[in-house]
């Protein structure tokens, strides 16, 4: 699976940006799909994390509230919708596709769960 995030920019405290994730590969509709985060010298962190029939989904608890993440199968497209962005929300926004294991599900919040990354697009929320 390949992965191309795009969406981000520059936006002001309180504004909406939506990011989206164009996956390739025939898996896509057999992985969990997530949106990670990395801040400036700090590991990713967990943001949002959608099954892939998009019937459960899970959200860091910094962002639950405000942010909603999405998939369209038939596209081969995530999203993750955020409203009333604060200026720590400014990171590199990765997503993330995260297959089965032989073992079953890997926890949708950990990195090790996830296989395929995207190459990150800049968010940055002024105040």
């Known amino acids: 699976v390949q992965l191309q995030a795009s969406g981000g920019g520059l936006v002001q405290a309180g504004g909406s940006l939506r990011l989206s994730c164009v996956a390739s590969g025939r898996t896509f509709i057999s992985c969990n799909m997530g949106w990670f985060r990395q801040f400036p010298g700090k590991e990713r962190e967990f943001v949002a994390a959608?099954?892939?029939?998009?019937?459960?989904?899970d959200f860091a608890d910094s962002v639950k509230g405000r942010f909603t993440i999405s998939r369209d199968n038939a596209k081969s497209t995530v999203y993750l919708q955020m409203n009333s962005l604060k200026p720590e929300d400014t990171a590199v926004y990765y997503c993330?596709?995260?297959?089965?294991?032989?073992?079953?599900?890997?926890?949708?919040?950990?990195?090790?769960?996830?296989?395929?990354w995207g190459q990150g697009t800049q968010v940055t929320v002024s105040s």
């Open positions: 959608i099954t892939p029939s998009g019937g459960s989904a």
């Open positions: 993330t596709a995260g297959p089965r294991r032989a073992t079953g599900w890997g926890p949708i919040r950990s990195l090790r769960s996830y296989d395929y």
